[in-house]
T-cell receptor, first 116, second 111 residues
Framework: GAVVSQHPSRVICKSGTSVKIECRSL??????MFWYRQFPKQSLMLMAT?????????EQGVEKDKFLINHASLTLSTLTVTSAHPEDSSFYIC????????????FGPGTRLTVT | KQEVTQIPAALSVPEGENLVLNCSFT??????LQWFRQDPGKGLTSLLL?????REQTSGRLNASLDKSSGRSTLYIAASQPGDSATYLC??????????FGTGTRLTVIP
């Protein structure tokens, strides 16, 4: 199989604080992981692409200093939302792909972030 | 720039009916297309992946077709069940591995 987990599944934080979300590939090594954001009733929008051992590539309009991504190992990528604001409240989903193969992405269950 | 459109945006059908969901994309230079299912407040479940060299893929009651030249894919669901109720998303790659998602079709199967 190809299982991807995310932790936490839900988090509520106060405005101005930072929140870390973890994405793990449980049974395979993921050289590349992706972070998406999904607002209510909208589709997923790619935020950044994370490669193990190198800096993440951010999509246009995504603040790299606000959304810190670390891909420290072949099975773990983290997204830290710094100085969170209510407008950062969203559903964050990560995915991972295996090296080579079909370019298929395997998605985590998502993290619901609510900033009060 | 790739644009992915899904029609209809929402669909309600009675249980047992066969149905077709549509996905269209503007840039036909794709190497695969994926169909996903998303339940409310949940992540994505991959249903089918069609490589660019393939015309269709089948998994159980699901059949996905791909016509690259016309920029279209369909997802056929046979004998729909209430448990099929979810949002269905199609996605195509752009760049090295990134996925570009359609806006989804919200399916409701009425018992």
């Amino acid at each position: 199989g190809a299982v991807v987990s995310q932790h936490p599944s839900r988090v509520i934080c106060k405005s101005g604080t930072s929140v870390k979300i973890e994405c793990r590939s449980l049974d395979f090594q993921a050289t590349t992981m992706f972070w998406y954001r999904q607002f209510p009733k909208q589709s997923l929008m790619l935020m950044a692409t994370s490669n193990e051992g190198s800096k993440a590539t951010y999509e246009q309009g995504v603040e790299k200093d606000k959304f810190l991504i670390n891909h420290a190992s072949l099975t773990l990528s983290t997204l830290t939302v710094t100085s969170a604001h209510p407008e950062d409240s969203s559903f964050y989903i990560c995915s991972a792909s295996r090296p080579g193969g079909t370019h298929e992405q395997y998605f985590g269950p998502g993290t619901r972030l609510t900033v009060t | 720039k790739q644009e992915v459109t899904q029609i209809p945006a929402a669909l309600s059908v009675p249980e047992g009916e066969n149905l077709v969901l549509n996905c269209s994309f503007t840039d036909s230079a794709i190497y695969n297309l994926q169909w996903f299912r998303q339940d409310p407040g949940k992540g994505l479940t991959s249903l089918l992946l069609i490589q660019s060299s393939q015309r269709e893929q089948t998994s159980g009651r699901l059949n996905a077709s791909l016509d690259k030249s016309s920029g279209r894919s369909t997802l056929y669901i046979a004998a729909s069940q209430p448990g099929d109720s979810a949002t269905y998303l199609c996605a195509v790659p752009f760049g090295a591995n990134n996925l570009f998602f359609g806006t989804g079709t919200r399916l409701t199967v009425i018992p």
